[in-house]
C-alpha cells in the first residue's frame, strides 16, 4: 500500500511539477459544481492515474482536480469512491493519503444525506459535529502506516471546532439554514426501511449517508483538521416516510449547492 501510495504521488508530482496543495476537497453526490469556482491549473480523470479506484456512478466525473480556490491551492476530487461500489476501504481512502502526501494541511469533505432530526428538512444544511460508523469495516484495518500515524489515532474531536464555528457564522451571516448534527455512515446503496431509520435516529444520529466517515477516520489518523459539510436531500421520519428517487436527491442536492459553495468559499478565503 505505501509503495503505490508513494507511486502514485510521484506520477501526480511529476505532472504538476512545483504546485503544492495546502487544501484537499472531497465533493459528494450532486456536489461537483464548486469546481466551477476552481481557478484550474491541471486535471487529470481518474482512470488516467497509476494506482487510483475508478468513481462507477455515473453522476461523479471522477477527477482530480488542481487549481486556486479563494486564494488557497486546493486539490480536489470531483466524484468520491464508495463501499457499496465494491471497493475496500483502503481503495477508497487511498486518494486521501496520496493527498496528504503531495502536502495538504486541511481536508473539506461535503455530502449528500437523509435527515433523520424532525428539526433539519429537506434543503438544509448540516455542519458534521461528529459520527457514528456504522459501515463494516474500517480502512485502518491491517498493518497500521507508521510513517503516517498511530496504531490507535484519537477521535475525540474528529471534525475541527474552530472550522464548524467558522462555518456556523458564515451561514448566519449569509442567512443560510445551516445545522450542526452527528453524521451516521452505512454501507448501502439501498436507503433505510422506517425501522432503520427510527433506530439510527434512537443512537443519536441527525443525518445518514453512505460516505465521509472513512476519508475522516485516515484524515485523522495522519492528523488532518477536517470540515465537513451535508446537503439535506431528502427525510428520513419512520411516521412521514415516502419513496424517493435518486433524481430528486441529485435535484435537492443541486439546488442547495450555491449555499454549501458560498461556506466553502469563504471559510476557505478565512483561514
Do not use: W
Not at 496520496?98 to 437523509?114: C, D, P, T, Y
Not at 415516502?242 to 449547492?257: D, G, M, N, W
Amino acid at each position: 500500500m505505501l509503495e503505490n501510495i508513494q507511486r502514485t504521488t510521484e506520477f501526480i508530482r511529476s505532472r504538476i511539477g512545483d504546485f503544492k496543495p495546502e487544501i484537499g476537497i472531497i465533493l459528494g453526490t450532486g456536489l461537483g459544481a464548486l469546481v466551477d469556482e476552481i481557478e484550474i491549473a491541471f486535471q487529470f480523470p481518474y482512470s488516467n492515474i497509476p494506482n487510483f479506484p475508478i468513481s462507477t456512478l455515473e453522476f461523479h466525473s471522477g477527477k482530480l482536480i488542481f487549481g486556486t480556490l479563494s486564494g488557497k491551492k486546493v486539490v480536489a476530487m470531483q466524484g468520491r469512491l464508495h463501499y457499496y461500489e465494491g471497493y475496500d476501504m483502503k481503495q477508497i481512502t487511498f486518494p486521501v493519503r496520496v493527498m496528504k502526501m503531495l502536502g495538504i494541511e486541511r481536508l473539506f469533505v461535503s455530502n449528500a444525506s437523509g435527515s433523520l432530526n424532525p428539526e433539519f428538512k429537506k434543503g438544509h444544511l448540516m455542519i458534521i459535529a461528529d459520527h457514528i460508523n456504522k459501515q463494516p469495516d474500517n480502512p485502518l484495518r491491517g498493518r497500521n502506516l507508521d510513517e503516517f500515524g498511530p496504531r490507535f489515532p484519537d477521535m475525540s474531536e474528529p471534525y475541527d471546532r474552530n472550522m464548524r464555528k467558522l462555518a456556523l457564522a458564515i451561514a448566519a451571516e449569509n442567512q443560510i439554514t445551516c445545522h450542526e448534527g452527528v453524521y451516521v455512515s452505512v454501507a448501502g446503496p439501498n436507503l433505510e426501511t422506517k425501522a432503520e431509520y427510527r433506530y439510527l435516529r434512537i443512537i443519536g444520529g441527525d443525518a445518514v449517508g453512505m460516505s465521509t466517515v472513512p476519508e475522516v477516520i485516515v484524515a485523522n489518523h495522519m492528523a488532518i483538521p477536517v470540515f465537513a459539510i451535508s446537503v439535506l436531500t431528502d427525510e428520513g421520519f419512520p411516521e412521514e416516510l415516502q419513496p424517493v428517487s435518486l433524481a430528486e436527491i441529485i435535484q435537492t442536492a443541486k439546488t442547495a449547492e450555491p449555499q454549501m459553495t458560498l461556506i466553502l468559499k469563504e471559510l476557505i478565503k478565512a483561514l
